[in-house]
């Protein structure tokens, strides 16, 4: 499929993301006639946002018949899924097909940050080759990942293949060690200013 690309700007970092995305809806009437107004744009929005108290986000289409996609979006550290919510909105109008999910990272002591409790996704050691291999609770947060894809499969039966995972920073490591780790192939991994955690298991 042809390849699209997106320039999204958040308000509340004012940084600039180019994102890839090789989802095209095959639906063949992919307009969607039931707006709702969202606050972030001032203007009609064909999703609808939803919050859970454990801090996922998911932003889905208005007409929940019409998703033939999904990305799910990982937060860098400190950060919270609230940190993207306006990137999945902006998204969201430009491709009314695909439901975004954005979970957030339990909160934990960092040991690089002086154990400072903050949203985390696993422990970080250090900036070091050896400390990028000590990763305590990455295996807890791959599961939360596995379970979202999971879950969207067998609630809506939406195949693997359309499926993406992107995060930033250390979600962007998330995603790339979940992603790299699947059974079943997804349709991508976007890495934003991320790396492989525990490299060395996968030589």
């Known amino acids: 499929s042809k390849s699209l690309f997106h320039r999204i700007t958040s308000r509340r970092s004012s940084k600039i993301f180019v994102l890839p995305f090789l989802f095209q809806n095959n639906l063949k009437h992919p307009f969607v006639s039931s707006y709702?107004?969202?606050?972030f744009s001032g203007r009609m929005a064909p999703f609808t946002t939803q919050?859970?108290?454990?801090?996922?986000?998911t932003v889905s289409p208005k007409q929940e018949s019409q998703q033939s996609g999904l990305v799910v979006?990982?937060?860098?550290?400190?950060?919270?899924?609230?940190?993207?919510?306006?990137?999945?909105?902006n998204l969201a109008t430009q491709m009314p097909?695909?439901?975004?999910?954005?979970?957030?990272?339990?909160?934990q002591p960092v040991t690089m940050n002086m154990g400072y409790p903050m949203p985390s996704w696993y422990d970080i050691t250090g900036l070091d080759e050896r400390s990028n291999e000590n990763c305590k609770g990455i295996d807890t947060s791959q599961?939360?990942?596995?379970?979202?894809?999971?879950?969207?499969?067998?609630?809506?039966?939406?195949?693997?293949?359309?499926?993406?995972?992107a995060g930033?920073?250390?979600?962007?490591?998330?995603?790339?060690?979940?992603?790299?780790?699947?059974e079943s192939?997804?349709?991508g991994i976007v890495v934003m200013s991320g790396y492989l955690p525990a490299a060395k298991q996968f030589k």
């Open 36 to 39: 709702e107004y969202n606050s």
């Open 51 to 57: 919050r859970s108290s454990n801090g996922l986000i």
């Open 73 to 89: 979006i990982c937060h860098g550290l400190g950060d919270t899924a609230e940190g993207f919510v306006d990137v999945a909105e």
């Open 97 to 107: 097909h695909i439901k975004f999910i954005l979970p957030t990272a339990p909160t």
């Open 143 to 165: 599961t939360t990942v596995q379970e979202i894809l999971k879950k969207e499969h067998t609630e809506s039966g939406l195949n693997y293949d359309r499926m993406v995972l």
């Open 168 to 182: 930033f920073s250390q979600g962007g490591a998330l995603s790339l060690f979940t992603g790299m780790q699947l």
């Open 185 to 187: 192939k997804i349709a």
